[in-house]
């Protein structure tokens, strides 16, 4: 149990168009949902946290009008890469929790998103 | 703010070696400690933790102790296999429960037969 899918694995864009990376939780309901983003040999960083049917809480230094994040329903987040530059080519991951967020609960991690802009 | 340091690899091993991957922490207060683990095509995966000083994690083999007087929290494993290849992330979240998680950078392992 506790599957997390994100969709799609690759993406290759041209600079200036936008994407969206969808991750779902297949097997459970995921109250909070975080974005990562990984760079080549460097650690995950956080980039924002979301909780079902409110805004995201993004984290210092990343930009809420470039990456739009959205938790739809308990089951589904999306990120959006607004006009997206070779600069924001990245491996992009979700994780889920199951529940609240005022205390630790494991968190469950999607495969990654790798995404390259041209 | 807090950070994690963990030993760079990539780190290749025969069968049946002993496996240790160094990770220090710096953070305020008392965090909580993690190991996961990421297989090849699949996502990171919780492989142990501990939650205050002195505790021990253990899964598959694997062992941790959370160490408060060196800052520490080293994987070691006695003797690993070729499926224990994958990449290792040191990893801890805030005094309080916070959910939030700063990772290392990651570790790549390499067990050949």
């Known amino acids: 149990g506790a599957v997390v899918s994100q969709h799609p694995s690759r993406v290759i864009c041209k600079s200036g168009t936008s994407v969206k990376i969808e991750c779902r939780s297949l097997?459970?309901?995921?109250?909070?949902m975080f974005w990562y983003r990984q760079f080549p040999k460097q650690s995950l960083m956080l980039m924002a946290t979301?909780?079902?049917?409110?805004?995201?809480?993004?984290e210092q230094g990343v930009e809420k009008d470039k990456f739009l994040i959205n938790h739809a329903s308990l089951t589904l987040s999306t990120l959006t890469v607004t006009s997206a530059h070779p600069e924001d080519s990245s491996f992009y991951i979700c994780?889920?929790?199951?529940?609240?967020?005022?205390?630790?609960?494991?968190?469950?991690f999607g495969p990654g998103t790798r995404l390259t802009v041209l | 703010g807090n950070s994690v340091t963990q030993m760079e690899g990539p780190v290749t091993l025969s069968e049946e070696a002993f496996l240790t991957i160094n990770c220090t922490y710096t953070?305020?207060?008392?965090?909580?400690l993690f190991w996961y683990v990421q297989y090849p095509g699949e996502g990171l995966q919780l492989l142990l933790k501990?939650?205050?000083?002195?505790d021990k994690g253990s899964n598959k083999g694997f062992e941790a102790t959370y160490r408060k007087e060196t800052t520490s929290f080293h994987l070691e494993k006695g003797s690993v296999q070729v499926s224990d290849s994958a990449v290792y992330f040191c990893?801890?979240?805030?005094?309080?429960?916070?959910?939030?998680?700063?990772f290392g950078k990651g570790t790549k392992l390499t067990v050949n037969p």
């Open positions: 979301s909780n079902e049917g409110s805004k995201a809480t993004y």
């Open positions: 994780s889920a929790t199951r529940g609240e967020a005022s205390s630790y609960n494991e968190q469950f």
């Open positions: 953070a305020t207060g008392y965090p909580s």
């Open positions: 990893a801890l979240s805030g005094q309080g429960g916070s959910e939030k998680l700063v």
């Open positions: 097997d459970f309901q995921a109250t909070t």
């Open positions: 501990a939650t205050k000083a002195d």
